[in-house]
């Protein structure tokens, strides 16, 4: 019997969408206002999501203690309350879109996560946009 | 690496759930207090997804705010402040349930979502009632 | 101790928003597409609070379930599936605007909250739009 | 066309989470605060979906209304301001975690749904946690 | 300038309502399925609102990390996943209504609210159900 | 008869909060990680509410299509995608803490809200924090 367990967290970020590649035209036009050179933000929603087999002992697919431990010190810990492109090392080199951060999240937890288990990642970057990753 | 792409979009409409080709019996007895024939009414929320390679040039699988034009042009324009029975060609002949309008919306906006990636429409009746369809 | 109990409830109905006295122009310039006369609907939400002392015995300001039933009875039998400029007579010569539909659910629920005790109804037409009346 | 129709319920009950074979000390380090004797509880929020074809005829997958009813006389009425322990037999040898809770929910609702069609059943123990089971 | 600061906050726990001093038939015939001897429960979500003037210096009007903490000490320590009856000595003679409850949480915290500041706390029982309450 | 007529809006914004004339060290003690000099951000939620007399002639308090406008003119357009401490003149000296960023939105809009009408802002900061201001 697979369920899926989820459980709910969040962090409040920074970020601005830009190649440094790109001249501020180029970026204007593709990423519009998210380019603001000085930042904007979000109260960004997260759904992490483990399917597993029910364990017949304890009746737990995962202990959701367990889960939101592994997001707070693999996620949480390093977004919340910080600027994306200058404060988080994966985003260097990286454009911080919705995208690319719920790909970053999946693979920060990943490991943490037996390999038995499917794991999916949903981020809300506002109520009305979200994103979905499950892996490859 | 596939990712979804989801955005959130509304309309508020009218409608009436009836054959014409049945008895107002026949039809009291299917649908219930939906059939009053001077309509009644519901805030559609819509959930479009998109799913797709994420660009690596800017980090996009589809830019939401093309994805959201698409939903104003082709539904929100359409159905937003409407009578789904009187107003709107496509339930001239076909009966407005939360299934067959998802349907429709789904057809109206997959010849403008590329062809190598999936399309998803959830359609909110009420917060308690909700229809996705995948296509094919 | 004065304490407010509140209760969610809903319907679903059809109206138009036009004065038969006005020109179609006039109407239209006023307002906008909620003049279709073919009519649009909503999911309307209701928050009905009433306001009293603690009955010592029971614990209870109202009983919630005495409550529910009153907006169910006066409330929602008449207004859920309805068209409510053709089915409801309060707006046979009353515009249903949010704010003219809130008084009317005030007026209707008053005479079975007691005396020493306040009601106020809030209205929600969408999730973005409410009105909130609290008597006179 | 397939299609998924969705319906959301509720019912608010009490449980603990421990086994009787295990001693309160070992209850306690699996469980935590899930393990008080004296037991706690939650508003279960439930999403029932059945993904099957249109009928040509009525437009529906299913009745909305048919599916709220089962889930009425099968889950509310035997969960509802229940003692998840002590009142449902189904737990009597059985912790209810969620994960228990929804293979149970799943399996009392399979026998009344048509077997051409799928069924998930979603259950929010919190608004923070939740679980999803689609049958094996 | 004076400004309300509100914070949300949550605790799950099992209840019953009944009186000791009432027979099991009057006891069920006030209190209906909330007088389950084996009690059921609730997901109790918390909304805790201080008013007072802005702090020139900091811009704040109460730290809502100071909020958050004095919620957490003296409420959900207290409250979470108990059994309000049993194991919650406020309501050995006190039925745990929501009424009953939430006047016990704002006594519980005003004390470490300035006197210069007005508290006011709502209490969701369930989504559809809440009290509020302001204080004498 | 006096209405309330409420409406959602919403803008995404980065601040930084701290005093220019303190040490980073007092910075940090009273402000915590939001005093993060590279900035964080929130998806800042607003419900904004006009209190007044139905116009018997059109039904309406105040047409939600013009306070929507108001709305979109006077704040979304100054403080969406921004970051509210370098791009808005308004907290060049002044902390942006949810407090003082209430009564800058409310300052704003009074001026174009009738005399007779009440005005009062409630400003999200994030879906568990929230600040009201209804003028003095």
Redo the contacts between chains.
Sequence with gaps: ????????A?F????R?Y?KDWSMEKNDS?????N?P??????Y?LIV?VTGE?DA?????I???ILSDLIKEHIENSF????LN??VPDFTD???????I??VIWNKLRPFIKKAMELEVVLYE????????KG?
């Design positions: 019997m697979r369920v899926t367990v989820s459980r709910k969040h409040n970020a920074a970020h969408l190649r593709v990423f519009g206002k998210c603001n000085n930042f904007h933000g979000h109260n929603e999501s029910i002992e304890t009746g737990y697919v202990d959701v203690k919340d309350h910080k600027n200058v404060d990286l454009n911080p879109t919705a995208e690319n719920v790909v506002t109520p009305r946009n979200f994103v979905t990753y490859d």
